[in-house]
């Protein structure tokens, strides 16, 4: 089935430093999505983005599907940006429509 | 518009008894998915239900089962409870279509199950 990966595993920042995180999926998909997960364990969605670039205020996110990778970009990174970041992606694999997570990115933003 | 609700949102069981967890959509979706968070495992698909059927199933065993109602609220059953089933169990709903399950999802806060 298809393999996502997420790099770098472990991310610790100062506050307003910018940050890259990267997503690798071994496959063809048919969606994607990026969410941060808060120390509650709510998945917040940040990006619907199967393909493209789009920005929503200090994140943006890039997709290059024929590449199978995505990009997550946090600018001026906020103490309230910490948690961990997944991607997650829509594959049809025997039949069945899954939806994939990546590993995660754990980023700590300090004050 | 009210987001995707899941009750309860701590449970505590032992092993061998049974527990069913409930999830909301958000009002209008009609797929609802369920996923399993472990510290060892990361986030696994469970399963999606889509007007009351079971529409994509994950690899888990069939102590773990589901259903849907008309109003698209779903439930999901776990039997025989094992150490390892402690987990957040994680509910999502979007606006599929009934030929693709190509869409957006949005989750719930989780069911936070404990097994003793």
Known sequence: ?????????????????????????SDSVNNLQWFHQNPWGQLINLFYIPSGTKQNGRLSATTVATERYSLLYISSSQTTDSGVYFCAVGSQDSGTYKYIFGTGTRLKVLA | KAGVTQTPRYLIK????????????????????WYQQTPGQGLQFL????????????????????????NSRSEMNVSTLELGDSALY?????????????????????TRLTVL
């Open chain 2, 14 to 33: 032992t092993r061998g008894q049974q527990v069913t967890l409930s999830c909301s959509p958000i009002s209008g979706h009609r797929s609802v998915s």
């Open chain 2, 90 to 110: 994680l509910c999502a709903s979007s606006l599929a279509s009934g030929s693709s399950s190509y869409n957006e999802q949005f989750f719930g806060p989780g």
């Open chain 1, 1 to 25: 089935g298809i393999q996502v990966e997420q790099s770098p595993p472990d991310l610790i920042l100062q506050e307003g430093a910018n940050s890259t995180l990267r997503c690798n999926f």
């Open chain 2, 47 to 70: 399963f999606e239900y889509f007007s009351e059927t079971q529409r994509n199933k994950g690899n888990f065993p069939g102590r773990f089962s589901g259903r849907q109602f008309s």
